[in-house]
């Protein structure tokens, strides 16, 4: 699995990398046919400091996406890794009934 962390208009520091290394690398547990993992980091308002956190998943076939946004980046990127959990859930759950 290939991890891409992309932040817009700043430097992320190293510990919040490593913590979305952490993340994400949880998602193999969900799903093993994970290719490529895209997250990208940017400020909505620069002003009220309203972080953004998109995480782009792709799978053979498919591309899941999840967005969210908070006051602290941390806060932002358990709130995607949550939503995109789901998503990985169901899509796990929609393959095996397929299979059935």
Avoid: W
Wanted: hydrophobic share 40%; glycine share 0%; with cysteine.
């Amino acid at each position: 699995m290939n991890i891409q962390i992309t932040s817009r208009k700043f430097k992320a520091k190293d510990s919040l990398k490593d913590y979305i290394n952490e993340n994400v690398k949880s998602f193999e547990k969900f799903n093993d046919d994970i290719l490529d993992v895209n997250v990208v980091l940017s400020f909505t308002h620069q002003k009220d400091s309203i972080k953004n956190v998109e995480l782009n998943l792709h799978l053979p076939g498919k591309v899941l996406a999840v967005s969210t946004e908070s006051d602290d980046f941390f806060k932002a990127i358990n709130e995607a890794c949550d939503k995109m959990v789901i998503q990985l859930k169901k899509t796990k759950t929609k393959k095996l009934a397929i299979k059935r």
